[in-house]
Each structure stands twice: as structure tokens, then as C-alpha cells.
């Protein structure tokens, strides 16, 4: 127990992330985050005391294994599920319930069947109190963001993966949040489509100011997306390591093989890799 | 009945797949053309072939004439039940049983289902009750109705509701159940308010299987309608299907038994119409 207890604050003491959010607020404080799951084998610790802080307008991305918690922590930050232990603020007062100023885009699109693509975006704007009007034109400006302007009176199910999951961030996007949670969105999307997301989603940041916390298991994702990747243990869900990201921007897939760039994943794989075996040994003891 | 409405629904959603289907087989395509005008052809004779060969066998003496009438004998009684006025009035009857036992037990259905979907408690109150009381046939219920209600319409409208409502009631409780959660935490994310839920998400995600219970239920309003007439009225299609099998009028029965069928057809085709369109994402 104690053991990566202090690789964590090891961890946490080797970066420097918190230049930026000394000076202000940050927009997410995550503090000594646990959550454990009533399993029918018992109590299941999903995730052991996570803490990390993400400044406003920062990019931040969580790299980890498969079911080392990166969705619960996520859902968690957006009010869906509730801390066993520790607090999560964000910007600055308790998350209990969903909030309209947190946004989420989950793995996948969930978006309304039952409603055109712009009806689904104006949802959110609807449901703050926008009338019919105001809340059609947010979602007609959001549809031209997005490149979907032909599309906007077609249903879901006639739309590709790449296009529904547009629309849900677009959707996301409709109520101003001040914090965007994606929990890997592009995960089911192919190589080429989620290159072309990764460009979308960078230039919509541009715009929108939002915090933005990512989800994802792709290394590269995460290092053209982020400012900053934290990687996650395998279960229980813990911090290993966070790399801050010092890569120019804007930034394209060149940078997929500039030396800096390969700098850093090699940084991160071997944490990753370190960390796969331990996780590796120890299920074969136990 | 779950795995049913879960498989008609499935069957409901994909609209290219038959284009698929038939693309699949390459080798049928030069004469499929040929094929499908052949089966045209014998669509169209089905029916007519089938009442000629009837004319023929009844006429022919092999079966007894009074038993096996003919078709001409058969429309003959038609016109005659028509000409009479009693027609219109059995139809109505009929029509009037069948609609408002079905209106009665799927808005009972809709409504119970979705208080059983929504709230574990109200489930674990009703549906153990639901579920024994559902496999019993309504036709079993006609004594103890006749019992309660003696010949009055009060008593066809139970039987007619009493069948409608467990499966308007189950696959409502099953769509209920079924929304997917992804949509409610969408939602959530979104700002809709939790007792907005309900209109907002659930109600349109149930729809798809509300109404193909709906669209059972028709079919079942008419078995129960004959049970609810014959258990004794004054008028009504099977009624008079029944006055005229103890007159031995067994042409009147036939025509009776096909406006029945024909009535039942429609209000099936118009239902199927009505849900393409009340599923209109689809
Ligand atoms: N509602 C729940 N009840 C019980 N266990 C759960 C629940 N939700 C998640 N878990 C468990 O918690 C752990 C973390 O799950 P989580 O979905 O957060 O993983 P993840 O990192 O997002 O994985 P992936 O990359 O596959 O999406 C898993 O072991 C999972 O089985
Ligand atoms: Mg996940």
C-alpha cells in the first residue's frame, strides 16, 4: 500500500503542473479520490486516492489501461457517480449532481434517436430555458463549426460514427460549459477518421476556451492533443506519472516525428511498460 | 413475450437489410426479374383460384351443400345481412367493443408499465400479480364475467380490456426498462431535470416496444371480442355468426367469419401504418 503511495508523490513532486493554477483558481481539484464498487466478490476499489489539479483553459489528458478507472474518475468529475472518499471540485465549488457548466462526450455518441441533429444539440440549451429560437441558432452556429451544415435535419442512425460522435461534442458544446469531459471519444472511430476528430477537436478548442479533460488509451492522442498527460496505474486506478507537454501549437500530425516529440513518448511508454509488467507479476502471484 | 417484442422491434429497424439480402445472391439476379412478375402472377390468383376450386368442390355434391355452401351462396347471405340493416349495426357493435376495450387497456397498459419501468417499488408490488394473472386466457373469464356483469356491455368491455392490458402493460414495463442508460446520463450532462426524464428520454425511448405491444394487442382485442360475444349480447358480428350457425344459415356463418377477418385485416394495416409513423425516427 504505502509503496506507490510515494511513487505518486514522487510523481507529483517531479512535475511542475501547477505553475498556472497557483496564480488562479484551477477549474478541476481532484483531491485524494477514491471509489470503490460493491462487487457480488466484495468491495472493489475502482480507484485509490487520485489528486490532480487541472488549470483553466488547461488540455489534459489520462492515459491507462483498460479498466484501471479512467471512466470513473471521469464520471465522477461530471457528478454521474459519487466519491467514496476525498473531493472534487470544480471551479471551486462541490460536484454532487450533474452540473450544465460541465460538459461530457462519452465513448459513445448517445445521442437522441428521436431527434434531428440540430434538435439534439439545442437539448441542452432547451432544457436551461432558451426558447425554440435562441436555442436553434446556437445549435445552427455549432453545426457549421463542426462542418455538418447538410446534415443538420438528418437522424442519428443515418449518420457514420465520426459524424454522430461530431455532433455529440458539438451537442456538448451547445450549453458553454466551462469544463468539457471526453471520456475516449474517438475510441471507436478509425485510424484516419480520428486523426481528422483529433484536427476538429483542436481547432474547436480554439474557440470555445474550455477546460478539457480527455480520456484516452492512445499515447499519441493524448501527446498531440494535451498541455498535460497523467498516466494511470492499472486497477485500483492511480496517478503515476504526470508529463507536461511543451509542444508548440498549433500543431498537426507533423509533429507525430519531431524529436521532442518522441522524447516524450518514449517518457511515457516506459512508464506504461514498467507499469504493465508490474501489474503482469502480480496478478500471476496472486 | 419479452424476447418477442425485442425481436419484432429488431426486425422493424433495418430497412437496408433486405436491399443486403437479395444483393447477396448474385447468381439468381438474371432471372429474379422473370421470377418476381411469376409470383406476382400467382399472388393475384391466389384468392380467385381458391373460390373457384370452393364453387367447384360445393357444387360438385362430394360435401354437403347445407354444411359447405358455396361462395355465391355465401355472398348471397352478405347482401342479405347487409340489405337487412343488421350489418351496420353488428359492425358497429363490434367495432365499438373491440375499440374501446382497446383504448381502455393500453392507456391502463402505457400507464402501469411505465410506473412498473420507472419505480422498483411499485414493480415489486404489482408485477408478481401482473405475471399470475397474465398467462390466464381471458376466454376462462367469461363465466365469472357473466357472474359479475350478467349480459351487459360493462362486462365485454372487461374482457376486451382485460386482454389488452398485460401485453400493453409488459412491453411497456420491458421498453421502460430498456431505455438505454447512455441516453439518461446524456441527458443528465445536458441539464435535463430528473422529473423531466420521463417526457423528455424514457417515454421515446419505450416507444419502439410500447408500440409493438400496442400492435399485438390488436389482434388480441378480437380474439377476446369473440369471447365476449359469445358469452351472450344482442348484437355484433359473432353474435350474429352465432344466431345464424343455430339456424343452420351456414352461409350467413361464413360470410360472418370473413367480415371478421376483413374488419380485423384493416384495423391491423392501419395500426402498422399509424406505428411507421409514430416511430418516425426510424
Ligand atoms: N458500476 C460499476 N459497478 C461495479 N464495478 C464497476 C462499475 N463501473 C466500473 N466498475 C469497475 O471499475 C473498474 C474501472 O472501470 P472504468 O470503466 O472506470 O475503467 P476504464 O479505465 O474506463 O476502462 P476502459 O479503458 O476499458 O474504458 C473496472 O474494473 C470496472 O469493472
Ligand atoms: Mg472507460
Redo the contacts with the bound molecule.
Sequence with gaps: MSGYRSTTKLALASSQPSVKAASKQPAIQVSNLS?V???NRGQ?I??DRVSFDVAAGEFVCIV????????????TIAGL?LPFEGEILVEGSPVGNPRPDIGMVF?QPHLFPWKSVRRNIAHGPRMLGRSAKEACAIADDLIAMIGLKRFADAYPNTLSGGMQQRVAIARALANEPRVLLM??PF?ALDAQTRAVMQDNLLELRDRIKATIVF?T?DIDEAIVLADRVLI?SA?P?RILREVAVNLPRPRSSAILIEPTYLALKRDCLEVIRAEGLRAFNQSDSS | MEIGAEAIVQNKTPKRAAVTAGADRPGRRPTSGRFRRLNVLVGVLSIPLFVILWELISRSGIVNMVLFPPPTVVAAAVLEWMRSGQFFWDVAASLYRVSAGFLLGSALGVLLGILTGQFPVVSSLLSPLFQILRPIPPIAFVPIVILWFGLSEAGKLFLVVWGVFFTVWLSTHIGVQKVDRGLIRAALMLGTPRRQMLQEIILLGALPYIVVGLRTAVSISFYTLVAAELAGTFAGVVYRIEIAQQNLQTGQVMGGLAALGLISFIADRLFAALAERTVWWR
Design positions: 471509489i464498487f460493491d462487487t472493489m475502482a480507484v491507462g489501461p483498460s479498466g484501471c478507472g479512467k471512466s470513473t474518475v471521469l464520471n457517480e465513448q471520456d475516449e475510441g480520456v488509451h494511470m486497477g486506478g
